[in-house]
Structure formats: C-alpha cells, structure tokens
C-alpha cells in the first residue's frame, strides 16, 4: 500500500507546489494527452487549473451529468471556467447512472455502482474515443484515510486498496493532491487564479446527491433531495460553516395535512463546523433558523411531513449520512 507525506496547509508552499505538480503532469503526460472530469468541486477545480496550467489544449476536461448533481450545477461550472480559458464538455449520463443505481439500498453497493459506471463505462469510453492514456483527478489525503480505514469507500480511491486503475479501466490515474488536506487545497485553488465562489465552496460527496438518499436513489427522491439542497443553500448562505446537507430517509413517518393523516417522508438537515474534516460538530444555528427552514421544506416539498436537525458530533458520525 503506497504512503502519502501529508503537507499540512500550515507549511504549505503554494507557489512552489503548483509549480512542482504542474510539471510532474507535464512530465508524465509528456506529449500525449490527458483527460479530467471537473464536478465543480473545490479538489476537481484544482486539479482542472493545474492540468490546464501543465497541459493547455492537451487537457479535455468533461462534466459528466449523472442526473445527482444539484441544481443547474453542469451549466454553472462550465461558465466559470469559460472565463478562465478552460473549455469544459458536458456529457449526458444520467440514464446510465440512474440504471446502474436501480433498486440499491446499501450505501457501499451505490457507491461502487456510482465508481463503475463513473469509471468503467462513461471515462472508459470517453478515454478511447479522446486517445488519452491519463485520467486527471482530485483525490486528497482524507479520501484515503477515510476508505483506507473502512469508513467508507471513496470512488476515488484505487491504488491504496491495491486495484490498478490501468489494469482495471484502461488508463493510469494522475492525483496531484494527495498530500493535501481540503484547507490546503483552498489555498492551492485560490493561487491557480479560482474565483472565491469555487475555491471557498463547501464540500460536496463525490455520490453527489445519492451520498444524500437513504434507500434507493431514484429520479424522484434525487429530485427531492435537490429541491431541499437548494432551501438549505439559500437559506444558510450566511452561515459560516463548513459544510452543511439535507438528507431524505428512507423510513416514512406519521404526520397531517388538511386534518387528515399522511404517512410522509423526512428531511434531516446536517450543518458541520471544521477544519479539515477529520473532526466535527454540528453548528449551533439559531432557532429561528431551523424554523425557517423546516417552514420552507415542509411547504415546498409534497409529501415531506418531518425535519429534523443532526446534533451528533464526527466522531461517531460521519458528515455525510451514507
């Protein structure tokens, strides 16, 4: 199993290591060409700035839409980094991703659907259908951690579980960033020229939203999900946490609505306060709020009759429900 160095964002230099990966891309890529998928992320933005630094044109980076992401999330993307001189294809891969995730319920068994079809089928022919022999991606070091030490599995995560990337999908994986912890990759993200909006951008689970279905994750609870997401976004936007999410049980509950009884569904609201994710706990938001929010998603959302807020700390919790 290969070890990591960790460098703390405290000793981080990030002028000298921008330069440093930039050119340990351009060696190993050579004359050839490399591909990346950009989800948006603050890891997958760094690493599109320094392959585009490393690469320019020779860098095709794509935005796969697995139909899980939030709302108008591939069009936004593709915008920001158009400003930058990064052109970004979007490709439409949400049947594919809906079929593979079709009547899952364990969290590891999605999430390893997620990895093959992500992996295998959609990059697998991208891979062939661009030429490229180098796949571009932000794995950090708690990704590892985290499935090295069975937490859970990280899609992103091969070499240290012993699986060769080339041996199983047909190209080798280039991970700039393992040595960084999510505070470092900030302030790499923020040198590369991102602006705050990406570089400050809370984290987001590389399931996307089905990290955020307990049960199965279907057209119709994704798009429950989203709807949620995008109450808490808007109504948490000046709360400085580190990360906050609306989860969907998949139990139902008992509640009313026009004095009749409606067996209905709950959203659990999550908002973290930390540094590097290894470590946190839930914020202490104002009641006000939490009211506010459960007024806006018990009238927004049909058939949604419970919210409820996370108070347990990580650990035991993990910041992500599945």
């Known amino acids: 199993m290969p070890q990591v160095q960790e460098i703390s964002a405290a000793t981080l230099d990030t002028k000298g290591f921008i330069k440093e990966k930039a050119a340990e ?18 890891d997958s933005s760094a690493v599109t700035m320094l392959g585009h630094m490393a690469l320019q044109e020779r860098l095709k980076t794509y935005f796969i839409d697995n139909g899980i992401m939030r709302e108008g999330e591939p069009q936004f993307i593709a915008s920001v980094f158009k400003k930058l001189g990064v052109n970004v294809e979007i490709i439409d891969a949400q049947d594919e991703f809906f079929n593979a995730l079709k009547g899952i319920i364990d969290p ?23 030429g490229a022999k180098y796949l571009l991606q932000g794995t950090i070091l708690t990704d590892i951690d985290e499935t090295v030490a069975g937490i859970k599995r990280q899609h992103n995560v091969f070499e240290q579980l012993g699986i060769d990337p080339q041996e199983k999908f047909g190209y080798k994986i280039i991970e700039p960033l393992v040595q960084l912890r999510k505070d470092g990759v900030r302030k790499v993200a923020e040198a590369t020229g991102l602006p705050a909006s990406i570089f400050n951008r809370m984290p987001f689970p590389g399931p996307a939203l089905s990290a955020r279905v307990i049960g199965e994750a279907t057209r119709e609870r994704i798009a429950l999900v989203r709807k949620a997401t995008s109450i808490l976004e808007a109504e948490l936007a000046s709360v400085k946490a580190f990360q906050y999410m609306a989860i969907l049980h998949n139990d139902r509950v008992t509640g009313m609505r026009d004095n009749k009884r409606e067996f209905g569904q709950q ?21 006000g709020i939490l009211e ?4 806006r998603i018990l009238s927004e959302l049909p058939g949604v009759v419970s919210v409820t807020y996370n108070i347990a700390t990580k650990p035991p919790s993990t910041m992500e429900a599945i």
Not at 30 to 40: D, E, F, H, R
């Open 25 to 42: 891309i351009s060696q190993i890529v050579g004359t050839g060409v490399a591909i990346n998928a950009l989800s948006g992320g603050v």
């Open 108 to 130: 590891e068994e999605k999430r390893e659907a997620i990895t093959q079809t992500f992996y295998k089928k959609v990059f697998g022919r991208l891979v062939k259908e661009s």
């Open 267 to 287: 959203i659990e609201v999550r908002c973290w306060d930390s540094i590097d994710a290894r470590q946190a706990r839930p914020t202490r938001l104002d009641f």
């Open 292 to 295: 506010k929010l459960a007024a």
